[in-house]
C-alpha cells in the first residue's frame, strides 16, 4: 500500500520555466490537498479538491493552478516559476472534505533560481 | 533575496522523560484538532486529532489535552525515546472548514 505518491522528489527550475509536481493516492479518498512548507513555518493550503471534478483555492493560490484528473491524481501546476515559489510541496488526500487525517505524500523539493 | 527562515521553538528532552508540546490556536470557533509528526526530509504523519466536544485524548504513549478556555492544545509523550526526535504541527480546522497549521516545534531527544 503506497499511500500518497509524489513525482518528482527534487526539482530545480529556472525563473519563468514551467513544470507540474504529479500526485497520486491509493486509498481511495475523496479529498486531495496541495500544500507548501517554507523554512522554519507550518504547511499553507495552496489548492484543494474536494471531491473528483472540483477544485477550489486555499490560503496562498497565486502562481499555481490544479487539476483534479481523476479519483486518483491531483496534479500542481507552476506556469512561470519565481524564485518566491522555492519550497517544500506536498501533497495530501483525506476521507474528509476538512482534511481530518490526511495522508501525506513525501513531499517535492522544489528550487527556482 | 536570500530566504531567512524563522526560528522554530525547540524542546529538549532526556531518553525516558515525559514531552509535552504545546500549541495556542486562534479561532475560538475551531472544532477539530490534530497533531502531525515531520520527522527529516520526510512527509508530516498523523499522530493524534481530538474534536471540540472532549478535553483529553490518548492513544499509544501519546495524550492530546485540549483547553478551550485559553485556546490551547498540547501533546504529551510518554516515556520520550529517540525515535521520536521530529518537529511536531498542530492544527486546527479553521473557519474556512481547512485545516490551518502552526509553526511547528522540535523535538529534540537525548540519549
Known amino acids: 500500500n503506497a499511500g500518497v505518491t509524489q513525482t518528482p522528489k527534487f526539482q530545480v527550475l529556472k525563473t519563468g520555466q514551467s513544470m507540474t509536481l504529479q500526485c497520486a493516492q491509493d486509498?481511495?479518498?475523496?479529498?486531495m490537498y496541495w500544500y507548501r512548507q517554507d523554512p522554519g513555518m507550518g504547511l499553507r493550503l495552496i489548492y484543494y479538491?474536494?471531491?473528483?471534478?472540483?477544485?477550489d483555492k486555499g490560503e496562498v493560490p497565486n502562481g499555481y493552478n490544479v487539476s483534479r484528473l481523476n479519483k486518483r491524481e491531483f496534479s500542481l501546476r507552476l506556469e512561470s516559476a519565481a524564485p518566491s515559489q522555492t519550497s517544500v510541496y506536498f501533497c495530501?488526500?483525506?476521507?474528509?472534505?476538512?482534511?481530518?487525517?490526511?495522508?501525506f505524500g513525501q513531499g517535492t523539493r522544489l528550487t527556482v533560481v | 533575496g536570500e530566504n531567512v527562515g524563522l526560528h522554530l521553538p525547540t524542546l529538549s528532552v532526556q531518553e525516558g522523560d515525559n514531552s509535552i508540546i504545546n500549541c495556542a490556536y486562534s479561532n475560538s470557533a475551531s472544532d477539530y484538532f490534530i497533531w502531525y509528526k515531520q520527522e527529516s526530509g520526510k512527509g508530516p504523519q498523523f499522530i493524534i486529532d481530538?474534536?471540540?466536544?472532549?478535553d483529553k485524548r490518548q492513544g499509544q504513549r501519546v495524550t492530546v489535552l485540549l483547553n478551550k478556555t485559553v485556546k490551547h492544545l498540547s501533546l504529551q509523550i510518554a516515556a520520550t525515546q529517540p525515535g521520536d526526535s521530529a518537529v511536531y504541527f498542530c492544527?486546527?480546522?479553521?473557519?474556512?472548514?481547512?485545516?490551518?497549521f502552526g509553526q511547528g516545534t522540535e523535538l529534540s531527544v537525548k540519549p
Open positions: 481530538i474534536r471540540s466536544n472532549m
Open positions: 495530501a488526500s483525506s476521507e474528509w472534505v476538512g482534511g481530518e487525517r490526511a495522508f
Open positions: 492544527a486546527e480546522k479553521g473557519q474556512g472548514g481547512k485545516l490551518i
Open positions: 486509498m481511495n479518498h475523496n479529498s
Open positions: 479538491s474536494a471531491s473528483e471534478g472540483t477544485t
